[in-house]
């Protein structure tokens, strides 16, 4: 509706004989708020979605939390993360990756010249599974659409699934993860690559060689947005 009726004031502009349209530029003061505008709005979006959440009872997981763990990190990441659940750490402080674990990812983001502030981080599910085991699949279902929820507002360019459990949920697919490795993706239409968890790192030192090649695909593209 609103198409049509521009098209037929552009053809009334030029019955009249208008042939250009001025349009003031937008100075680059108020570029700049219209971007911290838009980021306050999505960083404040996800501080209320996070509280509206914190109390969910969708699967039993909740009966074992200290806190609901959502994520953290730049509410406009051009790279969002994801992992596969809080661990005790995580549980502990409602922030996702704080534990060895996320030292690690730390660094690894480092290596590539990237920091945390830089990035999103969550988790296929916001609570953590008794002893760490893998969600279940009604936990996975129950706690997805938080996530789906968070990359349409993120709106991130890169997705990096890490480990087994992220990658077979998002991707829907039920495979190695040394396959899962060897493709790129498409999520949601966001390009999507898949490496190790940074708890299997930690178990299996050996792999490290292995995710550090992963990283730099990653850096790759990064660098081309």
Not at 76 to 105: C, H, S, Y
Not at 131 to 147: I, Q, S, T, V
């Amino acid at each position: 509706m609103v198409r049509k009726k521009l098209q037929k004031y552009f053809e009334y502009l030029q019955l009249s004989g208008i042939e250009d349209i001025y349009l003031k530029p937008v100075k680059a003061k108020e570029k700049i708020k219209i971007i911290q505008s838009q980021n306050i709005d999505t960083k404040q979006q996800l501080i209320d979605l996070e509280k509206k959440y914190q109390v969910c009872k969708k699967c039993n997981l909740w009966k074992g939390r200290n806190k609901f763990c959502y994520g953290n990190g730049n509410p406009n990441a051009k790279l969002m993360l994801i992992g596969e659940g809080p661990g005790a750490d995580e549980d502990r402080t409602g922030r996702v990756f704080v534990g060895r674990a996320g030292q690690l990812l730390t660094k690894m983001l480092l290596a590539i010249k990237l920091s945390r502030d830089d990035v999103y981080i969550g988790n296929i599910v916001k609570c953590r599974p008794p002893g760490n085991r893998n969600p279940l699949p009604e936990e996975k279902k129950a706690c997805l659409p938080y996530l789906e929820e968070q990359i349409s507002i993120i709106k991130p360019q890169i997705l990096l699934l890490m480990g087994k459990v992220a990658a077979s949920t998002l991707l829907e697919m039920d495979t190695t993860l040394k396959a899962f490795r060897e493709q790129t993706y498409y999520y949601k239409g966001i390009k999507t690559y898949v490496s190790y968890h940074p708890s299997a790192l930690l178990r299996n030192p050996g792999w490290k060689k292995f995710a550090w090649i992963d990283l730099q695909k990653i850096q790759k593209e990064y660098n081309t947005l």
